[in-house]
């Protein structure tokens, strides 16, 4: 069936550093990816997608590009910022179902001042 | 804001002891969803309902979970006689129509965590 793997955290980077966060993903046909983020206390946000190969989708200064060749869709900002420690979460929705969003299992994030 | 609200935030139940979890999607949305999140994972779709139908159930629903939406807006989940493995948060989400904008996009509320002791 569809899933999604992404890259296990916790990850803990300085401010202003680069950060990747790596996912993948196996599905039928072709799904539409989101990064979820969750911040402390709040509900699932959703943060960017993208529907079809070869998309980027952006956001807050996030990006993330659908590479249907390598079945990826990396999370990447340039510069992070204290205020983005929060749990990211990549998702897939597939072509065949007008319901479910199947999520990975998170990375949490947090950024050293 | 009028978001996904859901109701109680928080639930300590005893097990044996039934709970229902209320949720208030976003007033247009005609798309409504249950998840539930363990500690450490991602969220797990539970089911769905269009309008007051419920289209698509979850094998993790089992047979002490029910799921309604009798009016098409509001949707109850209950849990009967519940487990310890039964805690969890609880998430509900809803969406617009297909044939509007952003119909890709659902919107999750805080979540019902729920602790069975």
């Known amino acids: 069936g569809d899933s999604v793997t992404q890259m296990e955290g916790p990850v803990t980077l300085s401010e202003e550093a680069f950060l990747t966060i790596n996912c993948t993903y196996t599905a039928t046909g072709y799904p539409s990816l989101f990064w979820y983020v969750q911040y402390p206390g709040e509900g699932l946000q959703l943060l960017l997608k993208a529907t079809k190969a070869d998309d980027k989708g952006s956001n807050k200064g996030f990006e993330a590009t659908y590479r249907k060749e390598t079945t990826s869709f990396h999370l990447e900002k340039g510069s992070v910022q204290v205020s983005d420690s929060a749990v990211y979460f990549c998702?897939?929705?597939?072509?065949?179902?007008?319901?479910?969003?199947?999520f990975g299992s998170g990375t949490r994030l947090s950024i050293r001042p | 804001d009028t978001g996904v609200s859901q109701d109680p935030r928080h639930k300590i139940t005893k097990r044996g002891q039934n709970v229902t979890f209320r949720c208030d999607p976003i007033?247009?949305?005609?798309?409504l969803y249950w998840y539930r999140q363990t500690l450490g994972q991602g969220p797990e779709f539970l089911t769905y309902?269009?309008?007051?139908?419920?289209?698509?159930k979850s094998r993790l629903l089992s047979d002490r979970f029910s799921a309604e939406r009798p009016k098409g807006s509001f949707s109850t989940l209950e849990i009967q006689r519940t487990e310890q493995g039964d805690s969890a948060m609880y998430l509900c989400?809803?969406?617009?129509?297909?044939?509007?904008?952003?119909?890709?996009?659902?919107?999750f509320g805080p979540g019902t965590r729920l602790l069975v002791l």
């Open positions: 007033s247009e949305h005609n798309r």
């Open positions: 998702a897939l929705r597939s072509y065949s179902s007008a319901s479910k969003i199947i």
């Open positions: 989400a809803s969406s617009p129509e297909w044939d509007r904008g952003d119909q890709e996009t659902q919107y």
């Open positions: 309902f269009q309008n007051e139908a419920q289209l698509e």
